[in-house]
Each structure stands twice: as C-alpha cells, then as structure tokens.
C-alpha cells in the first residue's frame, strides 16, 4: 500500500465524532485513530483541524453576541483536539494539540514553522479554535492551515458520504457528485464548506476532498488514492 500525498490537513467535523447522543463516540474516535496511525506509517505527515458541533455552534446563540458564540465554539474545539490527542497517545502515536487561541496549560499556541516542524519529526498536528477569529468557521481555518503548512489536499471527514444536491437523508432522490470545481460550489450553492473556505482553496489551489469519516478505512482510502467521496478542485 502507498500513499498518493506526503502532507494532508484532515477536517473532521465536531458532529461526526458523535453518535446516539454522545457528543464524543469512543468507537469513531478509535477508528479515527486506527486510521491516521496506518497512514503515518506510510509516512504521511497529518494534520487535523477539528471542529466543535457537537458540543456547540456559533448558529446556537442567536441572541448573543455573534464573537462570544464564535468564541465558544472555538473551545469546543479544544474538547475535541484533546479527546483525540488523549486516544492517539495511548496507541503510541506522538501528537501535538495547537490551538490559535493561547491556552498554554493544556495546548501549546500555533506557530507556523514550529507546527511544520512536527510534522517533519513525524508527528500528528491537532489544529483547535480554527483561525481565532470569530465570523471564521472551523472550515476556513482547514483552508488556512493546509495553506500555511504546505498541504497537498484537504480531506474533508464528515457525516456524509460524499457532496449531494441536496440533504441525502430527507430526499432519496439526491444527486451525488463524484467531481466537483470550486466554482459548482459556489454557483450553486452547494453546502460543503463556507465561500471564505472555497475561495481559500481556490486561490491557492488546494483540492478538497469530501467523503464519510464513518466508512470503513475512510481516511486510509482517501490518501492512498482509492475512489471514495467527491473530490473538488
């Protein structure tokens, strides 16, 4: 088995870490790590932006300040860094939590050449609190981080297996795509990730690749090459 990319940035939706009512679901976070860990031996050099729907949306406080909310749905994100940082440690994998907003007791802050670093000593890359900025979504800072490190691809893991025209779960009917430009995206408005994180992507030419974290080897498929999801470009 071989890998097709050397560096990836892997955005995994708060919500897909969830299930039944769990906000985090040991199994899913398990297969996660079973996954990174084969890749990593490949020498693939991964790193993960995460988000925070499962414990909070900014949407969520509509009667509050739109920065507080943002602001909390950043620290939601740290939840989830360090639940995934705990898991991949106990399987042996060296992993480092970076968040843009400093919170040097449980992470340290995101520096550029530093986070490159870490992933040329092969370890993992836990990217929390998205850019730091509130009115920026978890999938803007994916873009801005797979920008910043020199990323090949981003492979966007969510709780749906690939771009549809429409939500598959309330229509049978829904069109799946398997290619997708950045522009179908935007003129027709396709919900896979925020225009600021498309135009992003656009402008620095990274490709997205949108496909169903809970598949079987999922993230193992998406790097290796093999047809899963729906690639954008």
């Known amino acids: 088995m071989k ?9 995994i939706s708060g919500e897909a870490l969830s299930s039944n009512g769990n906000a985090l679901d040991n199994g899913i976070i398990a297969k996660v790590v079973n996954d990174i860990k084969i890749v990593r031996d490949l020498g693939v050099e991964v790193g993960i932006t995460i988000g925070g729907g499962n414990f909070w949306r900014g949407r969520q406080g509509e009667h509050m300040d739109r920065a507080t909310a943002d602001h909390m749905g950043m620290l939601a994100t740290v939840i989830n860094a360090l639940a995934l940082q ?5 399987a042996g994998v060296a992993t480092r ?7 040097t ?4 802050p995101y520096i550029q050449r530093k986070a490159i670093r870490h992933l040329e000593k092969g370890r993992v890359v836990i990217f929390a609190c998205g850019t730091g900025n509130p009115y920026f979504s978890t999938d803007t ?14 492979l966007l893991a969510k709780n749906v297996d690939a771009v549809y025209n429409c939500d598959p ?13 950045y522009l179908d995206l935007l003129s027709d408005r396709l919900k896979v990730m925020d225009t600021t994180a498309i135009t992003l992507c656009m402008d620095n030419n990274i490709p997205v690749l949108v496909f169903g974290l809970n598949e079987d080897n999922s993230i193992v498929r ?12």
């Open 86 to 90: 705990d898991a991949f440690e106990q």
């Open 105 to 108: 007791r449980v992470a340290e």
């Open 3 to 11: 890998s097709k990319y050397k560096r990836v940035i892997i955005k």
């Open 97 to 103: 939590v970076m968040t843009a907003l400093t919170i």
């Open 141 to 154: 800072g994916a873009a801005l981080r797979a920008a910043e490190i020199g990323a090949e691809i981003i």
């Open 169 to 181: 779960k309330t229509n049978p009917d829904a069109v799946r795509y398997e290619e997708l430009t």
């Open 222 to 233: 998406a790097i290796t090459g093999q047809k899963i999801g729906t690639i954008i470009k």
